[in-house]
């Protein structure tokens, strides 16, 4: 990763799908404020140096109260590119797997670029894009997506040896099995439940 910004190693998921932050689709602010205050405290207490707000949505509004109170804890944070938000609070854009890629022409040595793969061919794709960082998915069986099988560990190994991006491990990551993600390679991991008990 670039020098100017903090390396990430332990990604908190923060979305609508995992239920309990429903209710940010709303118009209370308080309320927003409330709901992502719980959930940050609970995130970095189990360890968590950094936030991906997955949110597709989200209004600029409730982006800004979510921000300001997740970066007041010192947390990473990452957002979807497609929301064109703005703001030096911001460490990271994010790309989904099928989604367009349009780098800035000069990019920031303060803002990094990822992208979601879920195979070794989107993952030479994003090299060639010139993107910083992977999530790499599903690695176990999640309840997020009960469709998809976990493609393991030997497949996360031959990601991780086959770029010079940094890999994170997503999908099913938990306590028991994210050291396992890094002893095979990964650079990192990101996770929804191991960061919200």
Known sequence: MKETIKPFKKIAIFDILSGENSEIICSDKSKIAAQVTKWVNRAISNGADSCYIRLYEANRENIDIIIENLSYKGLQIILPFSLNYKSSLVSAFHFREKDQIKMPEAKSNSILFGKSCHSLKSLKEAEDEGLDYVFFSPIFAT??????????????????????????????INENNYQKCLDAGASGIAAISMFKK
């Open 143 to 172: 309840p997020t997506h009960p469709e998809a099988k976990g493609i393991g560990l030997d497949m996360l190994t031959k990601a991780c040896k086959s770029t010079q991006m940094k890999v994170f491990a997503l999908g099913g």
